[in-house]
Every structure is written in C-alpha cells, then in structure tokens.
C-alpha cells in the first residue's frame, strides 16, 4: 500500500504542479483586456436603467452591446485595448456618444448624463 502512495503521489505531483502554471498563464492572459464601466442619469441625476450601450472598436468595427442594470450601471468585460466609440440610448432621453480608450488591465470609466430637452 505504501508504494502504491508514493507512486500515486510521484505521477500527481507533476500534474498539479502544471495545472497550476496553466492557470496562472490563463489569468495573466485575461490581465492584458481592459474593462469599461459607468453609469448613466438623467436630467435630475437620477440613475437610468434600462438605457441601451453600443461600444464599437474603432479599429475593427466589432460592436457589443448591453444595458444598464437597476442601479442604472454598465460593465463591459475583457476588452481589448484600443479606442471605442460608445454610445447610450434611451426610449425617453435620446443618445449620447463619447470617444474612451481602454487600456491593458486597467477599467476606463464613461459615464452619461442625460441633459433636459
């Protein structure tokens, strides 16, 4: 029984010693895509959920899209770096548009503030 251990741990050893390097190479991998978030008001500074988000890469035109939560807050995950062009909408207030750029690992923050018609 004794050997049987010692062997077990002889052929486990390695493969968690390189399942660990796996994944520290995975999550320095996602360390290099940027993150965007913000929120977005309206005229009172109350926040707006539901309002819609477009952020285009300006480089590639590839475009994603999502809303603002309950808390009238967006998030954009693993982003490469590069120059988007965001846009919100909403039914009420209309569209607003910024220029961001998203750098390696760090979260760029935009945030809309829906101005009285």
């Known amino acids: 029984m004794n050997i049987r251990l010692r062997t077990l741990r002889q052929f486990l050893a390695p493969l968690i010693v ?13 360390a290099t895509d940027g993150n965007l978030v913000g929120t977005v008001t309206d005229p009172s500074g109350a926040v707006v ?27 954009l995950n693993n982003l490469p770096p590069g120059t988007y062009t965001l846009t919100a909408w909403h039914e009420r207030y209309g569209s607003k548009t910024a220029q961001v ?4 690992g760090k979260p760029a923050e935009v945030s809309f503030a829906y101005d009285a018609k």
């Open 49 to 75: 959920p539901g309002a819609a988000l477009e952020v285009a890469n300006t480089a590639t035109n590839v475009k994603l899209f999502t809303t603002t939560g309950a808390e009238g807050q967006y998030r």
């Open 18 to 30: 390189a399942a660990s390097w796996l994944d520290e190479e995975r999550l320095l991998a996602q």
């Open 101 to 104: 750029t998203v750098a390696e």
